[in-house]
């Protein structure tokens, strides 16, 4: 009772630092903007606090395996999803970012204005074709300004063990920005479950895979690749975390 009484109150802490620096954090995104990628450099001082809180306080930290396999040229990181951890540590694992997430994530006072100063690539999901269009419209954009592209291609965060539909938004845009994928898989949702207050300690782990060329077959080739290697490295690290889901 003692151990699971602290676990609730550094995960409360965590909560409490997240929220109180959220403005602070914005003030100083505010005064980012006359600098080049200044936005996506506070932000990423924000998220390296977070992790640090995440490790020394609640005890959850991370190992990588196949950092030799990210490209030194801007290229788009495919991952898998199933919490917020991977929203903070894919940042510090690669370089300089920008996201493809819901546009609706941009009505959050601070955390979403802060995603919008920092060029995140809203979609709208119930725009049909037209979501397609501001994709790729962004991507380009960001790809010009020199930054990675990160795309969570199950649009979506899926419990630990379960799988979701690739879509090929992250295909599209390797294709046309002439791009390669960087498939990672992890086990994040294993000890910070899908919309779960408490984060428990432990090592998550996280697997870079080698990049797939953007030339190397057409938008349903590509996907299925990144598909296959992700879901394959999803097996073999699964199982190890306290939220991880029992075999039957």
Known sequence: ??????????NL???????????????????????????NKVGLAWVKMLLW???????????VRGAENIPSTPSIICAKHQSGWETLALQEIFPLQIYVAKKELFNIPFFGWGLKLAKTIGIDRKAGAKATQMLLEQGMARKNEGFWIAIFPEGTRMPAGERGRYKLGGARMAKLFEMDLVPVA???????????FLKYP????????????HGS????????????????????????GPCAKKAA
């Open 1 to 10: 009772m003692k151990s699971i009484n602290m676990l609730y109150i550094k």
């Open 13 to 39: 802490i965590y909560w409490i630092i997240l929220t109180l620096s959220m403005p602070i954090m914005f003030i100083c995104v505010i005064f980012a903007l006359p600098f080049d990628k200044g936005v």
């Open 53 to 63: 809180v995440l490790k020394n306080i609640v005890g959850l930290n991370y190992v």
């Open 186 to 196: 992890h086990n994040s949702g294993e000890y910070w479950a899908r919309n779960a």
């Open 202 to 213: 432990g090592t998550i782990e996280v697997v870079i895979g080698k990049p797939i060329a």
């Open 217 to 240: 077959g057409d938008e349903a080739a590509l996907m299925a690749a990144c598909e296959d290697w992700i879901e394959t490295q999803q097996v073999e690290i699964s199982g190890k």
